[in-house]
């Protein structure tokens, strides 16, 4: 009895072992398969920089290649940094309603360079072109038209103007009292440092 169970298992075990190295080698060579496609994407994405340098997102959209045998739409988007709906959305030129506004900005701010929005938007109003001013910012932005004016220059100082020195510049402020009342009291004293 013992005899036969020991001659069942030497056959059994020795067709277990061949069938797992077997087993064992299919997955081997599954797993090199893998790694020779993954290598071979990585060398074809390669390749696909290595001929475009990346700019400005036009630049981007013009490196896509809808026909390319081995890259997807969506792997070359995700490659070069744009999602697939900005690949295939072209933006809208401006409308019919806005061009005429702004070409009578244009023709106005050679004449007015000056001119922001507020008096952009009467000039407008008095030729008939009803809009906020919002809507001339808006518009004198896309063309890009800044009014050359003087900016206010606040933090230059007029020499001839006298400069009032900080009365608690020099003061040590006793700690048991608070920074403002002490700073009250000195500031509203005649300037004598006393309260």
Same mark, same amino acid.
């Given at each position: 009895?013992?005899?036969?169970?020991?001659? +069942?298992?030497?056959?059994?075990?020795?067709?277990?072992?061949?069938?797992?190295?077997?087993?064992?080698?299919?997955?081997?060579?599954?797993?090199?398969?893998? $790694?020779?496609?993954?290598?071979?994407?990585?060398?074809?994405?390669?390749?696909?920089? $290595?001929? #475009?340098?990346?700019?400005?997102?036009?630049?981007? #959209? $013009?490196?896509?290649?809808?026909? /390319?045998?081995?890259?997807?739409?969506?792997? +070359?988007?995700?490659?070069?940094?744009?999602?697939?709906?900005?690949? /295939?959305? #072209?933006?809208?030129?401006?409308?019919?309603?806005?061009?005429?506004?702004?070409?009578?900005?244009?023709?106005?701010?050679?004449?007015?360079?000056?001119?922001?929005?507020?008096?952009?938007?009467? /000039?407008?109003?008095?030729?008939?072109?009803?809009?906020?001013?919002?809507?001339?910012? $808006?518009?004198?932005?896309?063309?890009?038209?800044?009014?050359?004016? +003087?900016?206010?220059?606040?933090?230059?100082?007029?020499?001839? /103007?006298?400069?009032?020195?900080?009365?608690?510049?020099?003061?040590?402020?006793?700690?048991?009292?608070?920074?403002?009342?002490?700073?009250?009291?000195?500031?509203?004293?005649?300037?004598?440092?006393?309260?």
């Amino acid at each position: 009895m013992v005899g036969d169970w020991k001659r +069942q298992a030497m056959e059994r075990l020795t067709a277990v072992l061949s069938g797992k190295t077997a087993a064992q080698e299919s997955t081997k060579v599954a797993e090199a398969e893998k $790694r020779h496609a993954r290598i071979g994407q990585l060398v074809v994405e390669r390749d696909f920089w $290595r001929k #475009r340098p990346v700019d400005g997102l036009e630049r981007r #959209r $013009r490196m896509i290649e809808p026909d /390319h045998s081995r890259l997807s739409v969506v792997r +070359q988007c995700e490659l070069v940094s744009i999602s697939r709906s900005g690949f /295939h959305r #072209r933006p809208a030129g401006e409308t019919a309603l806005n061009l005429e506004p702004m070409r009578l900005i244009d023709a106005q701010f050679l004449r007015m360079p000056w001119y922001g929005s507020r008096p952009m938007s009467r /000039h407008l109003r008095r030729e008939g072109y009803e809009g906020g001013r919002k809507r001339i910012r $808006r518009l004198m932005a896309k063309i890009g038209l800044t009014p050359i004016y +003087q900016r206010p220059r606040t933090t230059v100082l007029n020499p001839e /103007h006298r400069l009032f020195p900080c009365l608690l510049r020099d003061v040590v402020i006793d700690p048991r009292w608070t920074a403002v009342a002490a700073g009250w009291t000195m500031s509203s004293s005649s300037g004598s440092g006393a309260a």
